[in-house]
């Protein structure tokens, strides 16, 4: 149960388990990734975060978007949620009046990862020592726009009131991180399958 002052994070394996019946939305966006892995991939982490929504909320599952494009429940604003995928993993942050931002990314050969730092992230931040602190600090500043709601178009904005990024343990061929809006909450995590 979602109670107030709890974030909960689901881990969701995207290459096992059954899937559900994609919406149609769901079903037209799929239609549109040429790869059929990465379609699979898609529609599985799309019909778990269903699946979660529906565990915290009686509420229709009735999804709409705020100015910034954010995804959210219609019916059920007080639930506010965030969905994050990389590789063969998921993540589902959700938390209850507060927003939240997740971002996972699978650590892999990245040659020009000093100049993509270099034009994405925030002025005064340090560069890199290596790929994996590349990652590192991408999820974390990703999480951040993401619960702003801003996404990458956000590059650049000066994000108002107070926020807090975390790490989350994603195990070794991942980072990821978490990021709320106010004081960082507790945080639950899940496996999902």
């Known amino acids: 149960m979602l109670k107030p002052g709890e974030i909960h994070i689901w881990r969701v394996r995207l290459n096992r388990g059954t899937v ?12 549109r990734i040429g790869i059929p892995l990465l379609r699979r991939r898609y529609l599985r982490s799309h019909a778990a975060l269903r ?6 909320t009686a509420a229709p ?19 506010r949620f965030n969905l994050a ?25 990245l040659p ?3 100049a993509i730092a270099q034009r994405y ?8 020592k290596d790929i994996r602190d590349f990652f590192r600090h991408w999820t974390r500043f990703e999480a951040l726009l993401k619960a702003h709601g801003a ?3 956000g590059v650049g904005e000066s994000l108002p009131g107070e926020w807090n990024v975390t790490r989350l343990d994603s195990g070794r061929r ?20």
């Open 61 to 79: 599952l009735e999804f709409a978007t705020h100015e910034r494009g954010k995804p959210c429940l219609a019916r059920a604003p007080e639930i």
């Open 174 to 193: 991942y980072t990821a991180a978490l990021a709320v809006e106010g004081p960082l909450l507790a945080i639950r995590i899940h496996e999902y399958n």
């Open 85 to 109: 995928r990389s590789g063969d993993l998921a993540l589902v942050a959700v938390a209850r009046d507060v927003e939240v931002g997740v971002d996972i990314e699978r650590i892999r050969p």
């Open 20 to 31: 559900l019946e994609p919406t149609a939305e769901e079903a037209a966006h799929g239609a």
């Open 151 to 153: 996404g990458l178009y």
């Open 121 to 128: 992230f925030p002025a005064g931040s340090p560069m890199p």
């Open 112 to 114: 020009d990862y000093a």
């Open 51 to 56: 699946t979660i929504l529906g565990t915290v």
